[in-house]
């Protein structure tokens, strides 16, 4: 279809939204159902968060008071106040270990987001290829036409020491 796709500046960083006919296969193929609580690490106008919706429960967490009050807007037009929520706020200062699963569209290396997390033990999806996490281990990469999703989580016993027999 061709067409500008939405961009802006935000105090955060930039917003550009997923796109969802591709988000929609994605979550599809990962049967996203399974998930506790799903969190959108800045949300933008809530197009990932209101799609997540169809799964799951979710929050949304977004600095820019105007798209977070959009984003509730759409949620609440899709009548979808009763699993998605959002928070206008700063994700780095939010819990967000309690999510089993955390999404993010970047727009900035995520060193900060793998700090936060410390060993945090769910599934980072990471929608494009451009600012792949360096501690957490890819451990699926879902791809459809020239978007791609990436799975993250930390490995488990792969790199603790070896234990003697008997000990
Ligand atoms: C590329 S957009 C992604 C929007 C949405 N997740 C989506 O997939 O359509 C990134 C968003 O993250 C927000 N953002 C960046 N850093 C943030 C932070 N530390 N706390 C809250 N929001 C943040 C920006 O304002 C922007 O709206």
Redesign the pocket.
């Known amino acids: 279809m061709g067409g500008t796709r939405p961009y802006r500046q935000?105090?955060?960083?930039?917003?550009?939204?997923?796109r969802p006919e591709y988000l929609l296969h994605f979550f599809e193929g990962l049967d996203l159902a399974r998930f506790r609580l799903f969190v959108?690490?800045?949300?933008?106008?809530g197009?990932?968060c209101c799609l997540a919706g169809l799964f799951t429960r979710v929050i949304g967490?977004?600095?820019?008071y105007f798209?977070a009050s959009q984003a509730q807007r759409a949620a609440r037009a899709l009548e979808l106040r009763e699993r998605v929520s959002f928070i206008c706020?700063?994700?780095?200062t939010q819990t967000i270990q309690r999510a089993d699963c955390l999404?993010?569209?970047?727009?900035?290396p995520l060193d900060a987001v793998e700090k936060v997390l410390g060993d945090w033990n769910g599934h980072l999806l990471v929608?494009g290829p451009h600012f792949p996490p360096k501690r957490l281990e890819l451990q699926k990469k879902l791809k459809l036409g020239m978007e791609t999703m990436s799975v993250y989580s930390y490995r488990r016993g792969g790199d603790g020491p070896t234990r003697e027999k008997g000990k």
């Open positions: 935000t105090a955060s960083g930039a917003w550009a939204a997923s959108d690490l800045g949300s933008g106008d197009v990932a967490i977004e600095s820019d798209l706020a700063d994700f780095l999404y993010i569209y970047p727009d900035k929608y």
